[in-house]
């Protein structure tokens, strides 16, 4: 009986995935890897363009994220000492509901990050938050009630925490990297109890699991200090790891027509790619290629068509990479400073920098730098959020203002 229920629990698990693909309800959207299906998005736009603009009442760097006529978003406010879960109406940009959640002394936290920058998940009945060493993992349901919370640890370091929760089935899967005590956790979603919890290398770390399918079994996926480790969703036993060279954990891998694409957050850490599988360390078997590369602190990569975008934070400069062998096949300079992992729709890459105007790719032409866009926001708001594409509009974030761009879908 419990081998059958296991099964139908996957079975159902997988159905709500289905489901999930239909929403942008969790960090890097339906694909976890930044990409939209959506066709009709817009890709030009200044403040003209304006749907809506809703001045946030603390500051955060999560994303927003949408089901149905709702967004969630979550923010510090203080300078750290409450963290609140916030809902806004998608159609007029109007607060429905703003929850504090945790009140007390803040934890130490890096000038770039702060205290509110995981985004959150849901599954359109509950919404889940992360604050790290601020009161941990919370389920809310979509009126803000608080229905369960969980403290996760101490967190201990300096940077403070940013790792998304990740929905997998009847679980939610937290990373809980720090330079003690580090660990990722699978909880029940709906009663918070604990299903696995499987130790981690000890180092600093800021990146969302993934989840994939590797042989009809879900493993979470998750980047790190020493290299890409998968787990079994169901127990929480290590899968496969591969190592990396100079690692900080801070871009999330990216998941791409059944292989994962990584880079590291120290400069000489590398990108290379895996076919996910095997057992134990698959570096040498799975890894299919590993280039050199400069850059630090670097936002996640993206895949469009055939090729693996890098964009190196100072500097903003973009290195395009063959999915294939690679290979860096150009590169090029942005400017101005981007710490936000980038999206994809139409072909076209979205790069936010950090004073908001957004820079439009297109890594098949010969003029990659399609156009810039700008919001004409004030100087004192600044951009490390990835923004939204959601039927028809795009959500883009700043530390102080949600902006709604486009026209609804009808």
Same mark, same amino acid.
């Given at each position: 009986m419990k081998k059958l229920a296991v099964v139908i629990s996957l079975f159902f698990g997988l159905s709500a995935n289905v489901i999930l693909a239909e929403q942008w309800a969790q960090w890097r959207g339906?694909?976890?890897?930044?990409? #939209?299906?959506?066709?009709?998005?817009?890709?030009?736009?200044?403040?003209?363009?304006?749907?809506?603009?809703?001045?946030?009442? @603390?500051? @955060?760097?999560?994303?927003?994220?949408?089901?149905?006529?709702?967004?969630?978003l979550t923010e510090s406010l203080d300078q750290g000492r409450q963290r609140a879960v916030f809902c806004i109406n998608r159609n007029d940009g109007q607060v429905l509901w703003h929850c504090v959640v945790w009140t007390g002394d803040p934890e130490p936290s890096h000038g770039m990050n702060r205290w509110a920058s995981a985004t959150c998940a849901t599954d359109g009945t509950h919404v889940y938050a992360f604050f790290g060493r601020g009161g941990g993992l919370f389920c809310l349901s979509m009126d803000g009630d608080v229905v369960w919370e969980k403290n996760l640890g101490p967190f201990e370091g300096p940077w403070g925490t940013a790792a998304c929760p990740r929905l997998v089935g009847d679980v939610v899967i937290q990373n809980c990297d720090a330079d003690q005590d580090a660990y990722i956790v699978a909880l029940n979603k709906k009663t918070g109890d604990q299903v696995w919890k499987t130790a981690r290398p000890n180092f600093r770390g800021w990146s969302s699991p993934v989840a994939v399918t590797v042989d009809g079994k879900s493993q979470a996926v998750v980047n790190g200090h020493t290299g890409t480790y998968a787990y079994d969703v169901l127990t929480g036993k290590e899968a496969w790891f591969v190592k990396c060279t100079n690692g900080r954990g801070s871009p999330t891998v990216t998941p791409y027509k059944g292989s994962i694409y990584v880079v590291n957050g120290l400069s000489g850490g590398g990108a290379y790619a895996i076919s996910p599988g095997g057992s134990g360390d698959v570096t040498a078997s799975r890894r299919t290629w590993f280039t050199k590369r400069g850059g630090r602190d670097l936002p996640s990569p993206i895949v469009v068509g055939n090729t693996m975008l890098v964009m190196s934070l100072r500097g903003a400069i973009l290195s395009g990479y063959n999915i294939k062998s690679g290979e860096e096949v150009w590169k090029e300079r942005i400017g101005g400073q981007i #710490?936000?992992?980038?999206?994809?729709?139409? @072909?076209?890459?979205?790069?936010?920098?950090?004073?908001?105007?957004?820079v439009v790719i297109d890594p098949a032409a010969e003029d990659k730098i399609v156009r810039r866009n700008s919001l004409t926001p004030d100087i004192k708001e600044i951009f490390r959020s990835s923004i939204t594409p959601s039927e028809g509009q795009v959500l883009i974030r700043s530390s102080s203002v949600l902006y709604c761009v486009g026209q609804r879908a009808k």
């Open positions: 339906p694909e976890q890897n930044g990409l #939209s299906n959506e066709t009709g998005l817009p890709t030009e736009w200044s403040a003209k363009s304006l749907a809506w603009k809703t001045p946030l009442k @603390g500051d @955060g760097q999560s994303s927003p994220v949408v089901w149905n006529d709702r967004l969630f #710490s936000a992992s980038p999206v994809s729709f139409g @072909g076209l890459a979205f790069f936010v920098n950090e004073a908001g105007e957004t």
